[in-house]
């Protein structure tokens, strides 16, 4: 994957009006109307992406967190071009494909959709088509939205490490547990990273209410599946308790007021 701001010839510290102008820049070098070469359309889809990476505020700002962990590293540069690239499929997988299939089974707090995830685990590391989430498209953003992947330098046991900041959660990817393990090859790397990214994702929406096995039974599947009905339960009465207690107030405020 092509480093945005190397595409587009500016620094990572570059205003957005200086972006602007090197996309404009780029765009009318590499369009295929008016370059000729046989490079030109590669080479504009790139700038295209760059520029759709970039004008996102929060794109880039998701891109400037990952590539400053990365730039702090000791690795080689190669390794962690090949590991962000395995990240970048793993992702687009799970958040892209696996969650918005799941995510229908999730009512509570995805007691039901963790246990779903962790049974069907070996045959998600396989891509393939799934169906689609028919009406949950406001929680399929909103699972979404809240799960953030990044490269992070630092020490850690394990290839991924699941980090919970105040409005998201962080899956890290740790390159350095991949190198000093011998993991090389970017067919190996896709399959662990897929397999790690699919298991924290399961932890964030069992959120501490669901602890997955290795091989989730029928029974723990069911029993997944009424924590998250009761969780539901619980919403709506609260939810109804607090409307009866709005309009108690509001009955004995125009009640006053009538008084008065």
């Known amino acids: 994957m092509a480093d945005p701001y190397e595409v587009l010839g500016v620094s990572p510290d570059a ?19 008016r370059n000729p070469s ?13 520029w759709e990476e970039l004008s996102d505020p929060a794109r880039r700002a998701r891109l400037d967190r990952r590539r400053t962990r990365v730039r702090h590293g000791d690795l080689p540069e190669e390794f962690l071009l090949d590991v962000a690239d395995a990240v970048e499929r793993a992702e687009a997988w799970v958040l892209g494909v696996v969650l918005p299939h799941y995510v229908q089974f999730a009512r509570g707090h995805g007691a ?11 045959d998600l590391a396989t891509p393939r088509t799934l169906a689609p989430a028919r009406s949950a498209a406001r929680r ?24 919970r900041h105040r409005e998201f959660w962080e899956i890290a990817v740790t390159p350095a547990v991949l190198w000093h393990a011998g993991i090389r090859d970017g067919a ?18 069992a959120h501490g209410r669901f602890v997955p096995h290795d091989a989730v039974t029928e ?29 108690l107030v509001g009955a004995m405020l125009v009640a006053g007021a009538r008084g008065w």
């Not at 039901?112 to 070996?122: I, K, S, V």
């Not at 953030?148 to 699941?162: D, G």
């Not at 190996?188 to 929406?205: E, G, K, P, T």
């Open 15 to 33: 205003s957005p009006e200086e972006l602007k102008r090197a996309w404009r820049s780029a765009a009318r070098k590499w369009h295929p109307d």
């Open 112 to 122: 039901e959709l963790a246990a779903r995830l962790w049974r069907d685990l070996d």
């Open 140 to 163: 399929v953003r909103r699972w979404i939205g809240t799960i953030e992947v990044t490269l992070i330098t630092e020490p850690a046991p394990h290839p991924t490490v699941l980090l």
């Open 188 to 205: 190996a790397l896709d399959d662990i990273l897929l397999r790690s990214l699919l298991m924290r994702v399961a932890q964030i929406a």
């Open 38 to 50: 046989e490079e030109a359309a590669a080479r504009f889809k790139e700038v295209a992406a760059a």
């Open 219 to 247: 029974a723990e599947l069911d029993a997944a599946r009424r924590q998250d009905d009761q969780r539901v339960l619980q919403t709506r009465l609260r939810w109804a308790g607090w409307a009866i207690v709005v309009t």
